[in-house]
């Protein structure tokens, strides 16, 4: 009752599953599982312990195939010996048949005889036996030895055989038939056993072991010639094999692969030269041989060198090839110590490439240097190229200094690829490059001035040149830029040049002939320089020209030295009075001189040689076109003209004042003075073919002197007539020097004294070559 009440209280504990029937029931499934784990566990164990002895079973099978394929292989190997031993054996008794059966069929009269002397037979064939068992115990040893290719052993058993029979040396007809047969098998043994040895030599893998003992076989087997040429031809195979190899790796290192294959061809003819001398010695045969086999790898080496080049134009292809020359050339040196002298050839082949290599260099260079308008921004220049060039830089210029400093950056790059063996052969071809490379570059500067070039070559327009120099400032730049290159920069640059080339004439003595350059090579430091400064001067004369030009003519083409200001003593030029001045067209020179030498001297700056340089030969060019002013003369000398005393005076002080111009800034030049004096000179004979009398119409010579001094402290001054201002007579001494026809004719210049003018300007860098002129 108690229960009942309290199912009824509690109605769903019915449905509530008591917790020992879970344990049981998830106990027993648990272990179930647990049961079937194992069992698939044993299984799995059962199946990898199967595998394991299927695996060790096949493996121990393995060794034991493996251990019957060596046995099989000895067996084969026993095989083939014996079946070599059995058939020189039948060789042999077909030949002993051979040979019984020619002796059963012998006359009877030898039977006879034979049968005469029994007791002779039956002592003499023991020891013919005897004889013959040796011998055929020997060439048995042979083919055994042959059969196991022991080819030191057969060498040694042919050699022990021939000191035993001195008879088996050479091809001596023998008398005894037994004799002769075992000398023809001997033969054939020997054949085979060269055989062997050429085959040994032929291999790919040879070591160079086994190949010096086949090579001293075939030798002892009296096969020089034979084995001299194998060891040349096995050396080639391997130098080929070693290039072969090589040669996919040349486009990574497009600079040093030459130096790689030089080593290879060389270091290979070293020791094939010392495997040689070693084995065959000193034979004449031999090395001629040898030297031919040289030559032809040599020839081989070029044309690998030249077939795997970078493009002959680069930069990497003229280091690569100064590389080879270096590297080739040091070798061939140290195979003279071995009697190989091969320089010369080298050369020979060499010199076609590295000449081709140069000129397309150059042209590269020509192009790259004439394009004014490129921009380069990996031009690099040290400082002490880039500085000097730098001072010139304005925004006006800019093209200007960029070309320069391109033009000094190419050359500097080709010099410093060239190595010492290089400059040493081809250095003189280079310089002479370089010195038409700035040829090339004055000629553009030359267009790039105004007026027409005088070269006939320079014919193309203008409109080409990427930039004009139209100021004063910007044409001063131009000049000392280009000044600036051939006397500081290039000289720098080619420095490394002349120190090789110096250094070799030094050492001269100590060097080989192979060695040596050619004389066609040579160059003077001298003559370089001398062509240099020609091409400066050239741009320099045809500035100065189409200035003064420029100056004298005006734009309508009418010259403003007119010939009618010395005639008849009238114009509007001449200023004749109590206080007499040089004519108009030379005061404004004078003022024209003071403009430029102020410009100069801010362009110029601290460059005052070339600034004296470029104002003297302006001075210069003014009286030289006077002096070939042929309009001017032709009016001056016609019979027609009306001649006064007053015009030759005029005359004669503007040529002292063009004088004295010079010397007051600082610029003297013997060239204006003779010019000037040879003017003066011509002027008074004319004159005096007119009736003149130069000795009474003309004042004495300090005259015109002071006169010309007197007007500078005027021009300068701009005050007329002031006595205050005359130039110092102790700045300017002169000495009477007539240069005229006449010793006696009055107003010849004086003679210029240097070193008391009135710059205290130096005449020796006056008087340097930059003065000289073909139209003077």
């Not at 199967?50 to 251990?67: Q, T």
């Not at 030895?145 to 001195?166: G, N």
């Not at 260079?365 to 690099?380: N, P």
């Amino acid at each position: 009752m108690e229960s009942s009440e309290e199912e009824d209280d509690f109605p769903s504990i019915e449905s509530v599953t008591p917790q020992s029937k879970i344990d049981t029931i998830y106990q027993s499934k648990t272990e179930k599982g647990i049961r079937k784990l194992c069992f698939e566990l044993l299984d799995l164990k059962d199946a990898v312990e199967n595998l394991c002895g299927n695996k060790r079973a096949k493996y121990l099978a393995f060794l034991r195939l493996s251990e019957e394929v060596v046995e099989v292989d000895h067996e084969l190997n026993e095989l083939r010996r014996h079946i070599s031993a059995q058939g020189i054996l039948v060789q042999n008794l077909m030949t002993g048949v051979c040979h019984e059966l020619d002796e059963l069929n012998r006359g009877d009269g030898e039977i006879q005889e034979a049968q005469q002397e029994p007791k002779n037979c039956d002592l003499e064939d023991p020891l013919s036996n005897e004889a013959e068992d040796q011998r055929a115990n020997c060439l048995e040893n042979i083919d055994v030895l042959l059969a196991e290719h022991k080819v030191e052993e057969a060498i040694e058993a042919i050699d022990a055989e021939e000191r035993a029979c001195p008879e088996l040396r050479g091809s001596v007809d023998m008398s005894d038939d037994g004799m002769s047969s075992h000398n023809s098998d001997f033969q054939k043994r020997k054949a085979m056993l060269g055989d062997q040895l050429v085959h040994i030599t032929e291999q790919p893998s040879v070591g160079i072991t086994e190949l010096r003992k086949a090579v001293s076989g075939l030798l002892k087997l009296e096969k020089g010639p034979l084995a001299h040429q194998l060891l040349l031809k096995a050396c080639g195979s391997r130098l080929q094999r070693s290039i072969l190899a090589f040669l996919p790796l040349c486009p990574c290192y497009p600079e040093t692969y030459p130096s790689t294959l030089s080593n290879l061809v060389f270091s290979t003819i070293s020791s094939t030269t010392k495997e040689i001398d070693s084995i065959f010695g000193d034979n004449p045969v031999y090395s001629n041989r040898v030297v031919q086999w040289a030559e032809w790898e040599i020839e081989s080496l070029v044309r690998l060198v030249k077939e795997n080049a970078p493009t002959s134009e680069t930069i990497f292809a003229l280091r690569a090839a100064s590389i080879c020359v270096q590297a080739s050339l040091n070798h061939c040196s140290v195979l003279e110590s071995q009697g190989l002298k091969l320089s010369k050839l080298l050369l020979v082949l060499l010199q076609p490439y590295i000449e081709e290599v140069l000129e397309l260099n150059f042209r590269r260079a020509r192009r790259e240097v004439l394009d004014f308008a490129g921009t380069d921004e990996s031009l690099q220049l040290s400082p002490r190229f880039a500085s000097p060039l730098s001072t010139f830089a304005t925004s006006s210029n800019s093209v200007l200094v960029d070309g320069g400093m391109r033009f000094i950056s190419i050359v500097n790059d080709i010099v410093e690829q060239l190595t010492p063996l290089v400059i040493l052969h081809f250095g003189g071809n280079i310089l002479t490059r370089i010195s038409q490379l700035f040829d090339k570059y004055v000629d553009t500067l030359i267009k790039a001035l105004p007026g027409p070039s005088e070269d006939d070559s320079l014919t193309e327009p203008k409109e080409t040149v990427p930039f004009r120099a139209e100021t004063d400032s910007q044409q001063l730049a131009l000049l000392g830029a280009a000044f600036t290159i051939a006397e500081e920069l290039l000289p720098m640059v080619v420095s490394r040049i002349w120190s090789v080339l110096n250094e070799s004439k030094e050492a001269a003595s100590g060097l080989t002939d192979n060695i040596m350059p050619p004389t066609s090579n040579t160059i003077e430091f001298k003559d370089w320089r001398r062509h240099l400064q020609h091409s400066w001067d050239k741009l320099k004369d045809h500035f100065c020209r189409q200035y003064v030009l420029n100056f004298i003519y005006s734009r309508d083409g009418q010259t403003r030295l007119d010939v009618q200001i010395y005639l008849n003593g009238e114009g509007e030029d001449l200023i004749w009075d109590s206080d007499p001045l040089p004519s108009l067209p030379f005061q404004a020179l004078f003022g024209k001189l003071q403009q430029l030498a102020t410009v100069a001297g801010d362009v110029l700056l601290g460059r005052e040689k070339i600034q004296k340089v470029l104002l003297a030969r302006l001075t210069e060019t003014v009286v030289m076109w006077l002096s070939d002013e042929h309009d001017f003369w032709g009016v001056l000398e016609d019979d027609s003209a009306s001649l006064q005393p007053l015009g030759l005076q005029q005359l004669i002080l503007d040529m002292h004042f063009t004088v004295e111009i010079a010397r007051f800034a600082g610029y003297p030049s013997r060239i204006l003075h003779q010019i000037a004096s040879a003017i003066i000179a011509r002027a008074i004979r004319t004159f005096s073919a007119r009736g003149i009398d130069p000795q009474s119409a003309l004042p004495e010579d300090e005259w015109f002197v002071d006169t010309a001094k007197v007007a500078i402290s005027k021009l300068l001054m701009g005050a007329s007539g002031s006595d205050t201002s005359e130039i110092d007579d102790e700045h300017i001494t002169i000495h009477d020097e007539i240069i005229s026809d006449s010793e006696g004719s009055p107003s010849s210049l004086s003679s210029i004294d240097s070193f008391e003018s009135f710059a205290s300007a130096d005449m020796a860098e006056l008087e340097s070559p930059v003065y000289t002129d073909p139209e003077a």
